[in-house]
């Protein structure tokens, strides 16, 4: 049977687009949509996807009020687990305790380098000569989680942060729907909080 997921956002949305387009082929459902930020397009490219798309703001409420609120939604859904596709915010362990299932995060960088914000211009200020992009699994902390897959990028002389992210974002599109698959077919094991791939 189908794997329902959620999918938390908060911007353009081109990772949840390419979930959406390889849905044929991967054994899961996107039950709901939720971003923080009501004017993301990436809830225009649910609806276009006929996919339920709520917005949950964080003003006006507490860390834990907005935290609760999320993983009830989620509930709500009836979701196995949860991705989040460009997602800003840090979430804590009020979200993670109430939220049904693991939580997968993809991140612009080949962890555990250059976790937080801007990923690729920090990579570029460091001068590293390979970067990439990494699933992992959420945890308390800052993109801390263990790490299911990543995929590496080379870094090019004549890169700045906007076309190094261009091309890490090639790869998150080929990563995000593969390694969400593999959680879906119920494949990722976490063991010792290190991640085996059942059937690699
Ligand atoms: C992606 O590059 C994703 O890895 C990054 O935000 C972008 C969202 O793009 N996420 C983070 O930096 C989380 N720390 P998208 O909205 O087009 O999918």
């Known amino acids: 049977m ?45 609806r276009r996807a006929g996919i339920p798309a709520l917005v949950i703001e964080a003003g006006g409420k507490s860390r834990q009020e907005f935290e609760l609120a999320l993983a009830g939604a989620l509930c709500q859904y009836e979701v196995d687990f949860t991705v989040l596709a460009g997602f800003m915010r840090l979430m804590g362990p009020q979200f993670l305790a109430q939220a049904p299932g693991p939580v997968i995060n993809i991140h612009p960088a080949l962890l555990p380098a250059f976790p937080g914000m801007h990923a690729q211009a920090q990579a570029l200020a460091y001068g590293v000569k390979v970067s990439g992009c990494t699933v992992h699994f959420v945890d308390e902390g800052m993109d801390t989680g263990p790490i299911i897959a990543q995929r590496a990028v080379p870094v090019l002389d004549s890169d700045d942060a906007d076309s190094l992210a261009e091309r890490i974002l090639e790869q998150e599109h080929i990563l995000l729907p593969e ?20 059937g690699e």
């Open 179 to 198: 390694v969400v698959g593999l959680v879906a077919a119920g494949r990722v094991v976490l063991e010792n909080k290190k991640v085996r791939i059942k």
């Open 2 to 46: 189908n794997k329902k997921i959620g999918v938390l956002v908060s911007g353009r949305g081109s990772n949840l687009q390419a979930l959406i387009d390889r849905l044929p082929g991967l054994p899961l459902e996107i039950s709901v949509v939720i971003s923080d930020v009501p004017t993301a397009f990436a809830l225009e490219r649910a």
